[in-house]
């Protein structure tokens, strides 16, 4: 892959690579940034697949587009702690992943496009484990698993569900603890429509309250997550929504 150092701000987009991102929801502290990135690089087997020079992220909600295989997932594997890059990760500019990664990890919430689990747990089993590390409002969890219903299947192994059943335990895990920044790497996929408009209360729920998210999607993504604002800013176009 061709891979260029460049990156580009162009409005409200940044072209990273090859993939670039949409900042939906503007909040008033906008000027804030929830993620830095300095000097990342990422290679497989000595290909290398990202190069970050610099990139800020404003508080809000951003929509990281790209190709099939542009690196995505690992720019969001990177930002969560999850596998090893050279260069820095910053939170709100003062957590970084060298000097704080228990910290930086704890903020930092991740859903997987494709989630694995081991087959022998069960949804309850790695809820409990996800509220006893990351804490978090057990009654407001619950609630959102009844609302995606999770309750009818999470005391069964979750090698007994279906992939949207999976997604959604996935979705649900991403919710937990007190994240600062939340990574949802394809959400959209598997999930039936009800589960996909209980997903965009619940964005728009959290984005109220300060938390930030970076969406994948080779889908577009529903209008009625970017209502709050009432200015969607793609690229060079500014619509203004009522
Ligand atoms: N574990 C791995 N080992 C080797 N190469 C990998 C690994 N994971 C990803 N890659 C390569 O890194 C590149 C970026 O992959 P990545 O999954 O980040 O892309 P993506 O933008 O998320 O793609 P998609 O839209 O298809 O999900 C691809 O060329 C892929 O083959």
């Given at each position: 892959?061709?891979?260029?150092?460049k990156i580009a701000l162009k409005k409200n987009c940044?072209?990273?690579?090859?993939?670039?991102?949409?900042?939906?929801?503007?909040?008033?502290?906008m000027s804030e940034s929830v993620i830095t990135l300095k000097n990342v690089r990422k290679a497989y087997q000595g290909n290398p697949v990202l190069e970050i020079p610099f990139l800020e992220v404003p508080v809000g909600i951003h929509?990281?587009?790209g190709q099939n295989g542009a690196g995505k997932t690992t720019c969001m594997k990177v930002i969560a702690g999850l596998i090893p890059f050279s260069g820095e990760i910053l939170l709100r500019e003062d957590i970084s992943n060298k000097y704080n990664p228990v910290a930086l990890r704890k903020a930092i919430n991740y859903a997987e496009a494709e989630p694995l689990f081991p087959a022998y747990l069960t949804g309850n089993d790695l809820l409990a484990l996800y509220m006893n590390t990351k804490g978090g409002d057990k009654d407001w969890i619950n609630e959102v698993a009844t609302q995606l219903g999770i309750h009818a299947y999470i005391n069964f192994p979750v090698s007994s569900y279906s992939s949207g059943m999976l997604k959604k335990l996935s979705l649900l895990l991403a919710f937990t603890g007190t994240p600062q920044l939340?990574?949802?790497?394809?959400p959209?996929?598997?999930?039936?429509?009800?589960a996909v408009e209980t997903l965009y209360g619940l964005i728009r729920?959290?984005?109220?309250?300060?938390v930030s998210f970076i969406i994948t999607s080779h889908q577009p993504i529903d209008e009625s997550v970017i209502r709050l604002s009432g200015v969607l800013n793609v690229a060079d176009k500014t619509i203004t929504r009522n």
């Amino acid at each position: 892959m061709t891979l260029s150092t460049k990156i580009a701000l162009k409005k409200n987009c940044v072209y990273i690579s090859e993939f670039f991102i949409f900042t939906f929801l503007k909040h008033d502290h906008m000027s804030e940034s929830v993620i830095t990135l300095k000097n990342v690089r990422k290679a497989y087997q000595g290909n290398p697949v990202l190069e970050i020079p610099f990139l800020e992220v404003p508080v809000g909600i951003h929509w990281l587009k790209g190709q099939n295989g542009a690196g995505k997932t690992t720019c969001m594997k990177v930002i969560a702690g999850l596998i090893p890059f050279s260069g820095e990760i910053l939170l709100r500019e003062d957590i970084s992943n060298k000097y704080n990664p228990v910290a930086l990890r704890k903020a930092i919430n991740y859903a997987e496009a494709e989630p694995l689990f081991p087959a022998y747990l069960t949804g309850n089993d790695l809820l409990a484990l996800y509220m006893n590390t990351k804490g978090g409002d057990k009654d407001w969890i619950n609630e959102v698993a009844t609302q995606l219903g999770i309750h009818a299947y999470i005391n069964f192994p979750v090698s007994s569900y279906s992939s949207g059943m999976l997604k959604k335990l996935s979705l649900l895990l991403a919710f937990t603890g007190t994240p600062q920044l939340i990574l949802l790497d394809e959400p959209l996929i598997t999930i039936d429509t009800a589960a996909v408009e209980t997903l965009y209360g619940l964005i728009r729920e959290k984005s109220e309250q300060g938390v930030s998210f970076i969406i994948t999607s080779h889908q577009p993504i529903d209008e009625s997550v970017i209502r709050l604002s009432g200015v969607l800013n793609v690229a060079d176009k500014t619509i203004t929504r009522n």
